[in-house]
């Protein structure tokens, strides 16, 4: 399903998605027409609006298009709002624009998932802060992984200070507290819901060299909620640890809140 601002989207506004690739996103789990962490996801849009477009957008206006989008879905499925403008030109990224705003849905995949090995790759994304649609780095950070048989990417800067992964957060575990990484990484909207319902947290930089002390690792998202990692690089962590049916816990209790 796509729909663009509301009606079914003609294939050539597409075009400027594959060809300029210049706009940004964020993406949501429905249960039930309802989203846990829905006022997030619409700050996020509007933020980032301001950010790459330099233009306001009208939130409501944007849950309504979601609302008509996702009307006859029930159950679970993942959504995802994207703004961009398809008019945009690839020589002249400075005119005006108009963004639009596209909604397209996938299935979401059941929870919990189960653990994954992970391999830390060299990698920063571009404006980091913004949920944006350039996502060739990561994506091949996640493609050199798997061909290195590891499930996905955990991002290191150039000091080998952990950032984030491909398309998640990581936190850790200590013993004692969750450890998020602190950096430049995209503050993502599961992430930021956990910390204010977790109340043993702290940001601190981690480096490559600290995995093995850790107690347990995990990736977030919208998509996934909470993802035992169970192992690092050469790195076993467990992938059963207490720490995360009490942070899946504390996530589920959190009220979701109706198109």
Not at 71 to 98: C, F, K, N
């Amino acid at each position: 399903m796509a729909e663009l601002d509301g009606a079914p989207v003609p294939p050539d506004a597409l075009q400027a998605l594959g060809l300029v690739n210049y706009g940004h996103f964020t993406s949501m789990r429905v249960e039930d027409q309802r989203i846990r962490g829905l006022s997030h996801h619409l700050d996020r849009l509007v933020r980032d609006c301001r950010l790459i477009f330099a233009a306001e957008l009208d939130r409501e206006r944007v849950r309504d298009y979601v609302r008509h989008a996702l009307r006859d879905v029930q159950g679970a499925i993942i959504v995802r709002v994207t703004i961009y403008d398809p008019a945009l030109e690839l020589a002249h990224p400075a005119g005006d624009t108009h963004p639009r705003v596209l909604v397209t849905t996938r299935p979401a995949a059941p929870l919990p998932p189960s653990p994954m090995r992970v391999q830390t790759v060299g990698y920063q994304r571009d404006l980091p802060a913004a949920k944006h649609v350039g996502l060739f780095g990561a994506l091949r950070g996640r493609r050199k992984a798997q061909l290195a048989g590891f499930d996905d990417a955990l991002f290191v800067d150039n000091t080998s200070f952990i950032t984030e992964g491909a398309t998640w957060n990581v936190g850790f575990y200590d013993g004692e507290r969750v450890v998020w990484p602190s950096g430049d990484v995209l503050p993502g909207v599961t992430m930021r819901l956990l910390q204010q319902v977790h109340d043993r947290t702290v940001h601190v930089p981690v480096n490559v060299g600290d995995i093995a002390s850790m107690h347990a690792a995990f990736a977030t998202n919208t998509s996934i909620g909470v993802r035992p990692i169970n192992g690092i690089d050469d790195v076993a962590l467990p992938g059963d640890h207490p720490i995360f049916e009490i942070l899946r816990k504390e996530y589920e209790e959190i009220p979701a809140e109706s198109i």
